[in-house]
């Protein structure tokens, strides 16, 4: 699915915007592609983002895009207060079950068979 980019975006402007580069110290941040590195634009974002880029993140991704990317492609980088926060406030996900220990760090793993 094509990324719907806001109306104030110039075609030139398919990268991110510089406020965010702090949240994608692990990549190459010119680098990123809004359609290619959508999941791993959603999770940081959602994960440790700020007012300002969650709203920016919700302008250029639908929320069934956000959902659909936390939902089927989990990453473990949420902190329990912050995955709680998304899940059921952000994305209204709180009647849906989910693996904890597929989004929180810092969770034992389940070593039994």
Do not use: C
Request: glycine letters at 2%.
């Amino acid at each position: 699915m094509k990324t719907k980019l806001p109306k104030n975006f110039k075609s030139k402007d398919k990268r991110l915007p510089r406020f965010l580069k702090a949240y994608f110290w692990s990549v190459k941040f010119d680098e990123l592609d809004l359609d290619k590195d959508k999941d791993y634009i959603i999770h940081q974002i959602l994960a440790y983002g700020d007012l300002k880029a969650i709203k920016w993140l919700f302008k250029v991704y639908n929320k069934k895009e956000i959902k659909n990317s936390f939902l089927k492609k989990p990453s473990k980088i949420y902190r329990p207060q912050t995955f709680n926060f998304v899940k059921n406030i952000l994305l209204g996900l709180e009647k849906k079950s989910l693996v904890f220990n597929k989004y929180v760090i810092n969770t034992p793993r389940d070593i039994r068979q």
